[in-house]
């Protein structure tokens, strides 16, 4: 992109001291945080000297001591010095509003930001990226990389086995970069203190184990959940975070909750009026609405982002007593809280049941009290909801002079926690971090193509000089023989004079951005563009190259498994048979084989592909075939819970079908198919495209708080090209109905049409109505427009290809408007004149 154009400094640049001045900086920078209403505490101003004593920092200190603060102290030091810092996250949402943090502090021009799916400014003095993105540019560029501080923040996730790689990697290779490592439970980190010393010949200093500014209160309930909440807000120990394990408990809790009269009159009708023009979309949101109306927030990863931010926006004005969420707060959530609420110990993690480690415990623990706003936090564990029901049984049995009768029994697989379990947790230390080191075949490539330096050696190093025992140090040395003898198999590899060589040339951001775009790039040449699949079948190779919505995969299969049977019991296929039968069932995945073999084919010339994973599905193809909205494809395939994962893949492929299919290969069809699914996208919840473009626009940002509401997206009906398409998905979806012979559906769409009428006509003339690529053209659809409606008749593709019978509609332009859809009224189903 463009450079950004200079703005004026912000307030915090224009105070930093020119030339370097390490005591005039301390002053500079405390005195803009007092200017900002924030007065640093000790743990803060002691990690600011030793930022500016150029120390490495291991800052872990509790939730709430302002760590942020910290992190913007480090970025500043290296700006007024000349120098470039990172600031690293595991997510990219993090990454994403860190960036638009550090814009307001440090202004455009001095701000970018690198993700898997986003590059701006990334020539800016202060750069937001994700872990691997910093570990990739360190493996291929070597100590020589232009970094002078690292500021990684959930430093945590080093531990994590699929991605602590990439938190280890900076360690190892940037030996001329200062770290802040930072986190609220980092656990004992000698080892890596020690290590990172000896690298780098630098001091690394320890700001840790400081007091919390608002301190914690601990207590153990044997009551109901609902009457726990209920005395927590007579206490006024509200807004209430209820921690479950599970988007389906969370969402449950809070409907559950409706009866328990959270907030008084006055403040729901404070609610309503700052809601009163947001727009619920049908399913959750409709639950969603009138939970917020009766001062209770729902918050986790599966939501919509516009309603996450609703809720956020909501309970930081204090309009929300009690909201219930996911463990998910304990990564960087931005929801005030007073209370946390903990419905169990225990979660299951993919694997099995187990008790939350000491580092999860504290994570969420410490989100409870607000700093300038509390005076203490409480944490509240409750007892296993087993041992709570046989309390309350035996207690009205003591009261009625009897003995109590036959104790309820904990669930199948139940993993018990008590009292002493709670204090363990509260007393123990985070676990001291383990490290997860990997060796890939990407990893490899970047650092034999590194310029300078023996490759062997640098591979050597990076095997051999890490944080690993022994034992799995000689395991990676075998899967790096392994992967070296494979590159140089496949030609991607010589020898030249002894030492490897790349034979090819890496694209700028090989293993940065999208791994699998030149695969698609690749694929896109076996197709045909005259075929009348080929809009689909390019939005298929990109859907093969996103990440699996493993939720709506899931469901997809569970569909097709259950029409499947359905299918074989009418076809009189016996049980056993139908079991075997059903194994081989799944979702769908579009070009399955060709893109297999395609992939065989370009992982022989370029190896390091096989790292990732290619994974035909269809997701958008799926909803454009079935010609729904988005909220009848998510009550479809039952995503009311996930149906921000299904907005999230919708999205990601919106952007990877922009970026990635060259202009050329563009078709009108697949013109009209991006533009409809990037409209889709935005009438659902504008604020993740708005993102994007404020990422590409970064000096347009308007600083000040963000409005409770969102602001509204644009008119579905100005973009004419995603309308039109609108419009023939609403005809088609009854013309596929009409196919089938689905009266019901039929008359759900349009009550009132003479449906089963009119299909009797038309069948006793025709055997059947066509549903193939030319019965869905855009010839098959006549629009007369009007100034505020169109009148549109789709023709029906009889077997006699007579095409004298057809639905004529009217598109309501204004109600389309308002709506965020075409809202298309069916007038007549008959012969056409």
């Given at each position: ?58 800052l ?82 070597g ?37 802040v ?8 980190l ?72 959270v ?6 009708d ?37 309603y ?6 909501l ?28 419905t ?88 001291t ?9 990407a ?38 023989l ?8 496949a ?48 939005i ?42 059903l ?65 999230r ?8 079908a ?51 509401l ?39 769409l ?8 009119a299909l ?31 009148v ?42």
């Open positions: 992109m463009p450079p950004l154009v200079s703005s004026p400094k912000t307030a915090l640049v224009a105070a930093l001291p020119a030339p370097w001045d390490a005591d005039a900086f301390v002053q500079a920078f405390d005195d803009w945080a007092r200017s900002r209403g924030l007065r640093l505490y000790p743990a803060q101003e002691e990690a600011v000297l030793e930022l500016v004593l150029d120390r490495h920092l291991v872990s200190t509790p939730t709430g001591t302002g760590k942020s603060l910290v992190a913007i102290a480090a970025h500043a030091a290296a700006l007024a010095q000349g120098q470039r810092s990172f600031y690293t996250a595991p997510l990219k949402a993090l990454v994403s509003e860190k960036f638009f943090a550090l814009v307001e502090v440090f202004g455009p021009e001095n701000v970018g930001m690198v993700t898997g799916d986003s590059s701006v400014n990334p020539d800016a003095p202060i750069i937001c990226c994700t872990a691997e993105i910093l570990a990739n540019l360190a493996l291929r560029e100590a020589e990389t232009n970094v002078d501080v690292v500021i990684a923040d959930e430093f945590h996730f080093y531990a994590d086995p699929q991605r602590g790689w990439a938190w280890q990697v900076p360690l190892l290779v940037l030996n001329r970069a200062r770290f490592l930072m986190s609220a439970t980092l656990g004992d000698t080892d890596i203190s020690t290590d990172l010393e000896r690298r780098t010949g630098i001091e690394v200093a320890h700001v840790t184990g400081v007091e919390r500014p608002v301190p914690l209160h601990y207590r153990y309930v044997t009551t109901p959940v609902h009457e726990t909440v209920e005395s927590l807000l007579e206490e006024r120990l509200a807004p209430v975070y209820i921690v479950h394990f599970a988007q389906a408990a969370a969402v449950e809790r809070a409907q559950a909750l409706l009866s328990a009269r907030a008084t009159r006055e403040q729901r404070r609610i309503a009026e700052e809601i009163g023009g947001f727009r619920f979309s049908p399913g959750f949101g409709s639950t969603l609405s009138k939970l917020v109306r009766a001062g209770i927030g729902v918050h986790h990863a599966g939501m919509l982002p516009k996450r931010r609703l809720v956020e926006q309970a930081q004005l204090g309009m929300l007593r009690v909201i219930c969420g996911t463990d998910t707060l304990g990564v960087g959530i931005n929801v005030p809280i007073r209370t946390v609420l903990l169990a110990l225990t979660k299951f993690d993919g694997v099995k049941m187990r008790q939350l480690s000491a580092r999860e415990f504290h994570q969420i623990a410490g989100r409870a009290g607000r700093a300038g706003h509390d005076v203490a936090g409480d944490v509240v564990a409750e007892a296993p909801e087993h041992e709570i029901e046989n309390q309350i049984a035996a207690k009205k049995a003591e009261a009625k002079g009897k003995k109590g009768g036959p104790k309820k029994r904990a669930p199948e697989g139940f993993v018990s926690w008590g009292p002493a379990s709670f204090e363990r947790l509260i007393a123990a230390e985070p676990e971090l383990t490290s997860s080191m990997q060796i890939t075949a990893m490899l490539i970047n650092v034999i193509g590194r310029e300078g330096g023996d490759p062997f050696e640098n591979v050597r190093a990076l095997v051999f000089d890490n944080h690993e025992p022994p034992e799995l140090q000689r395991e990676l040395a075998r899967r790096a392994g992967i070296y003898r494979t590159l140089k198999a030609g991607v590899v010589e020898l030249r004079d002894g030492i490897p060589k790349l034979t090819v040339d890496l694209q700028p951001n090989f293993a940065l951005n999208q791994p699998l775009s030149p695969f698609a790039l690749a694929a896109f040449e076996l197709l045909d563009l005259e075929q009348p699949t080929y809009a689909l079948d390019m298929s190779i990109i859907e093969s190259t996103l990440d699996d919505p493993r939720p709506i995969l899931s469901q997809q299969q569970f569909k097709a498994r259950g029409e499947a049977v359905a299918a074989m019991k009418a076809d009189g296929i016996e049980y056993d048979e139908r079991m075997e039968l194994e081989t069932v799944t979702w769908p995945k579009p070009l399955d084989e060709l893109l297999e073999q395609a992939f065989e084919t370009f992982a022989a010339s370029q190896p390091w592909v096989r790292d990732f994973e290619l994974s035909p599905k269809s997701v958008v193809r799926d909803l454009y075939e079935r010609a729904m909205s988005f909220s009848d494809y998510v009550a479809f395939y039952q995503l009311g819970r996930s149906e921000g994962l299904v907005l893949y919708l999205s990601d492929a919106y952007r990877a922009r970026q990635t299919i060259p202009d050329e290969l563009k078709t009108d069809e697949l013109q009209d198919l991006i533009e409809w699914l990037g409209e889709l996208v935005r009438q659902v919840d504008s604020s993740l495209l708005d993102e994007w473009a404020a990422l590409q626009n970064p000096a347009e940002l308007v600083a000040g708080e963000k409005p409770v969102p602001p509204a997206p644009t008119s579905v009906v100005t973009n004419r090209r995603a309308f039109l398409v609108l419009v023939r998905n609403a005809l088609w979806r009854r013309v596929q109905a009409a196919a089938l012979q689905r009266d019901d559906e039929l008359l759900a349009d009550p009132g049409v003479p449906w089963a009428e009797d006509a038309y069948y006793a003339e025709h055997d059947e109505i066509g549903t193939g690529p030319d019965a869905r053209s855009v010839a098959r659809l006549v629009i007369d427009e009007e100034p505020d409606r169109w549109v008749r789709q023709i029906l593709d009889d077997p006699a290809g007579h095409h004298d019978w057809g639905i004529t509609a009217e598109v309501d332009l204004a109600a389309s408007a308002e709506e965020g859809v075409a809202v298309v009224r069916v007038l007549a189903v008959g012969r056409l004149d």
